[in-house]
């Protein structure tokens, strides 16, 4: 393929588009893990299956009070281990004993998923699982299609009785079953039933719709691309790169320098099939992903926070946060109030938009009838297009008064690709004094911190597009 033009090679890596299923995951922005099981009682990060289930105690669980932190943080999702590598089932499963079922929880009579997925109605969360592929306590692990059957039959359980899912979040974790073999997961029989059973619901990680970012650090990448090789759907998959053993290295690594660039025109040009594969950047609050007493003053700052948020959700990615339960089944105090700091920045920083107090002006590129410039200021389907062809533009903003500015908002109408290569923000204040931001990469959304006073102006360039530029949404917020 190293023939193309540089027209062709833009045709054929703009048309591949997200599903709707897709796009709206990649509306969520920023949604929260629970992770919660008999580890929570052990101290451990990774059960080994022989936990007796009575150990499992949370005396005072409240699944509202989960709900009411996350949602107060900003979050517009949750996802819940159901089952983490332990094998204990946070619901009452007709296919183990291991389960709340044969816990002192409500005296065997409790159901920890429709508590949280009842909770997160009541609250306007949208209501994902986390269901383990190794499960390290039942006996037919490694026996092929009659573990497959067991792992089906469970995963049936969660997407038929509890409501509409969002996401469905596999990791590869593999490892040898009793009978000294390794279980060969049926990815495609368990993709299969989720479409049949939960159509809309993105199957995360390690499947079609949505990849990790690469760690569990929080380290982000300066240029992310949504189209990337359809090679990397199966990264996680295979059962050679899969996590084997709890590792307090692996939770800290960073991206590596080979991962990058997962998207450029270079990478790209050569690749056979492509796909659209957002990421997701999945870190927790605190350095484990459990709950353990000992990090009750490890959890996270909020300046760190509001970084992390600001490169992954800013840097056309989702932030999924851990927020580990402790054993009494609540918050504990600590993440409470950084959660609701958290979303008190959040709030402030892009609660007024004053996008329409300004006066916006187009050089570089005539409008396009239907696509004109402001478009931009709804955050709707409509959206701002270039001729093809025209992959430069220049946007002047002038305020009605000099502004102080926190925050400058991109988005790219992703139902047309991602197509924007680099550009920059160049602010100017009442003295001529001016900085300038480059970005590499806009997609679902680009945050530009400015943090400037008495702005007078503000121009944003796009310096480099794939075919055409397609701009949804233009975003100023006030300091």
């Known amino acids: 393929m190293d023939n193309m033009t540089l027209e062709e090679l833009d045709t054929r890596l703009t048309a591949v588009r997200p599903s709707e299923r897709q796009?709206?995951?990649?509306?969520?922005?920023?949604?929260?893990?629970?992770?919660?099981?008999?580890?929570?009682?052990?101290?451990r990060e990774w059960g080994d299956g022989t936990e007796r289930e009575e150990i499992f105690d949370p005396t005072e669980l409240d699944a509202s009070q989960w709900a009411r932190t996350l949602k107060a943080a900003g979050m517009k999702g949750v996802i819940l281990t159901?089952?983490?590598?332990?094998?204990?089932?946070?619901?009452?499963?007709?296919?183990?004993?291991?389960?709340?079922?044969?816990?002192?929880?409500k005296g065997g009579h409790g159901d920890i998923v429709r508590e949280l997925s009842d909770a997160c109605r009541t609250y306007g969360l949208r209501f994902g699982v986390y269901l383990s592929p190794w499960d390290r306590n039942c006996a037919l692990y490694g026996q092929g299609k009659a573990y497959d059957d067991y792992f089906v039959n469970q995963l049936t359980?969660?997407?038929?009785?509890?409501?509409?899912?969002?996401?469905?979040?596999?990791?590869?974790?593999?490892?040898?079953?009793?009978?000294?073999?390794?279980?060969?997961?049926?990815?495609?029989?368990?993709?299969?039933?989720?479409?049949?059973?939960?159509?809309?619901?993105?199957?995360?990680?390690?499947?079609?719709?949505?990849?990790?970012?690469?760690?569990?650090?929080?380290?982000?990448?300066?240029?992310?691309?949504?189209?990337?090789?359809?090679?990397?759907?199966?990264?996680?998959?295979?059962k050679e790169n899969s996590q084997q053993a709890d590792d307090a290295s692996f939770r800290q690594r960073k991206i590596s320098a080979g991962d990058r660039d997962l998207g450029s025109r270079e990478i790209l040009k050569?690749?056979?099939?492509?796909?659209?594969?957002?990421?997701?950047?999945?870190?927790?609050?605190?350095?484990?992903?459990?709950?353990?007493?000992?990090?009750?003053?490890?959890v996270r700052s909020l300046e760190n926070l509001k970084d992390l948020y600001l490169r992954s959700v800013g840097g056309n990615a989702n932030l999924l946060l851990n927020v580990p339960p402790d054993k009494r089944g609540l918050i504990p105090e600590p993440d409470v109030k950084r959660l609701a700091e958290l979303g008190d920045f959040i709030s402030r920083a892009f609660g007024e938009n004053i996008t329409a107090e300004c006066s916006l002006r187009l050089s570089g590129t005539a409008e396009l009838p239907g696509f004109e410039l402001k478009n931009v200021l709804s955050d709707e389907d409509g959206f701002f297009k270039t001729a093809r062809g025209e992959r430069k533009c220049e946007i002047e903003i002038v305020p009605d008064g000099a502004k102080d500015i926190g925050y400058i908002v991109l988005k790219e109408q992703i139902r047309e690709s991602q197509r924007i290569e680099s550009g920059a923000v160049t602010v100017y204040d009442e003295n001529g004094n001016c900085s300038t931001f480059p970005f590499k990469t806009v997609g679902h959304k680009k945050i530009v911190p400015v943090n400037m006073k008495r702005v007078k102006s503000i121009v944003i360039k796009i310096d480099d597009a794939r075919e055409y530029i397609a701009l949804k949404f233009l975003g100023i917020y006030r300091a």
């Open 82 to 105: 159901c089952k983490h590598h332990d094998g204990f089932c946070l619901w009452p499963s007709r296919y183990t004993d291991h389960s709340v079922a044969a816990s002192k929880y």
């Open 23 to 43: 796009i709206a995951y990649e509306d969520l922005e920023f949604t929260g893990f629970l992770h919660f099981t008999v580890n929570t009682f052990t101290g």
């Open 270 to 298: 050569n690749e056979e099939e492509l796909i659209w594969y957002p990421a997701e950047v999945d870190v927790s609050i605190r350095p484990g992903w459990f709950y353990h007493p000992e990090e009750d003053d490890k």
């Open 157 to 238: 359980e969660l997407l038929t009785n509890y409501g509409k899912i969002f996401c469905v979040w596999f990791d590869g974790a593999c490892g040898e079953g009793p009978n000294g073999k390794k279980q060969v997961y049926d990815w495609d029989r368990y993709f299969r039933t989720i479409r049949e059973l939960q159509p809309e619901a993105v199957i995360s990680v390690c499947g079609p719709d949505v990849r990790w970012c690469g760690n569990e650090a929080g380290d982000t990448r300066e240029a992310e691309w949504s189209v990337v090789p359809k090679r990397c759907k199966d990264t996680e998959r295979i």
